[in-house]
């Protein structure tokens, strides 16, 4: 008889269970290190066709001279093979509606492009708007262009496209990670930090009565926790808040609207605490014949009250403001639409 050698069933599954933990380790680093080296060639590649493209507008003297965005793309898209354009208003119909930057202290930031609409929001003071449009190779790209660029001699600049435009281009089109040096190229900088509604040193949203959600559903219950209902007026307002990119305010910065919004009798300005009244008051003249809020309106903050069906509130009148309710703490029923909103950027 002769012995014949072979693996047992254990040390098979233990072989084949080290091969899956070997792979699961180092398959993820292998895919990312693949897709940085294709995202950065198709960023080489975009620089060129764009170098070229206007390499040769200025070979035809089209580079320069036009007043907008709008009016440059209608010649540029003769020059590259532009297959869909959007206007500011559209931003997110030619391009993913959400990118992701790193900020200044390396914390990771949730972009909507829908509020890239001017230059401004691209780092630059061209007073013209944003397009975004889609290469036919399936590139995205988000431009702003600089009405005073100057002419650039086409043989000898390579690099004039910096000088009249602002871009972000997604190499991957819509498609993830949407990452500022990721996939995305970033020419200029993401600036929000204009305002449609500044009140004082602060920017809040225009008010609103808030449509209520239904917080017995698992979806809703993001917005309140703790109140499960199905008209929830108080969860609507901080729903809307969130798909603008803003909250509703605390207590503590509803008291702080006050010493923006009113002086007293004589003028001076008035400090607020949160659940404190004031009356005598008047609002301030760059704000008399526009309020930036319904003067009479109840409303929202953030922050629960005593009961799970409360919610705190302010009130704001012609010449007065409180934080009354009528169980005495300051807080409203959530489930009553008497209450208005206003959304505060974070």
């Not at 294709?38 to 620089?47: F, H, I, N, R």
């Not at 001017?118 to 449009?133: H, V």
């Not at 009250?305 to 009528?326: I, K, P, V």
């Amino acid at each position: 008889m002769t012995n014949k050698h072979a693996f047992t069933l254990a040390e098979v599954l233990i072989t084949l269970a080290i091969i899956g933990v070997v792979a699961v380790l180092t398959i993820p680093a292998l895919i990312q290190n693949h897709n940085e080296k294709v995202w950065s060639t198709a960023k080489d590649l975009w620089e060129k066709k764009l170098t070229e493209t206007v390499r040769r507008m200025n070979i035809d003297g089209v580079m320069t001279g036009h007043k907008s965005t709008e009016d440059f793309m209608n010649t540029f898209k003769n020059y590259m093979k532009v297959i869909k354009t959007c206007d500011n208003s559209e931003i997110k119909k030619c391009y993913s509606p959400k990118i992701v930057q790193t900020g200044s202290d390396s914390e990771t930031i949730e972009v909507e492009t829908s509020e890239l609409k001017t230059a401004e929001n691209l780092g630059n003071d061209w007073e013209t708007n944003t397009m975004s449009f889609v290469v036919a190779d399936g590139t995205t790209v988000i431009m702003a262009y600089n009405p005073n660029c100057p002419y650039a001699d086409p043989i000898e600049d390579q690099g004039s496209q910096v000088s009249c435009m602002a871009y972000m281009v997604d190499v991957n089109g819509k498609k993830g990670p949407n990452k500022v040096t990721k996939d995305i190229k970033l020419i200029g900088q993401i600036s929000l930090s204009n305002c449609d509604n500044p009140i004082g040193d602060m920017c809040f949203s225009t008010d609103f009565k808030p449509t209520p959600i239904d917080t017995t559903l698992d979806e809703n219950k993001q917005y309140d926790e703790n109140y499960a209902v199905t008209n929830n007026y108080w969860a609507g307002a901080k729903k809307a808040c969130a798909d603008m990119g803003m909250s509703l305010p605390t207590r503590t910065q509803l008291a702080q609207l006050v010493s923006n919004l009113y002086v007293d009798s004589n003028g001076n300005a008035v400090t607020i605490g949160i659940s404190e009244y004031k009356s005598g008051l008047k609002i301030k003249d760059e704000y008399k014949s526009n309020p930036p809020l319904t003067l009479g309106g109840s409303y929202w903050s953030s922050e629960d009250g005593a009961g799970l069906y409360h919610a705190f509130y302010r009130e704001f009148n012609s010449t007065s403001t409180s934080s009354g309710g009528a169980n005495g703490d300051g807080s409203g029923i959530k489930d009553e639409g008497y209450y208005r909103a206003i959304c505060i950027s974070n």
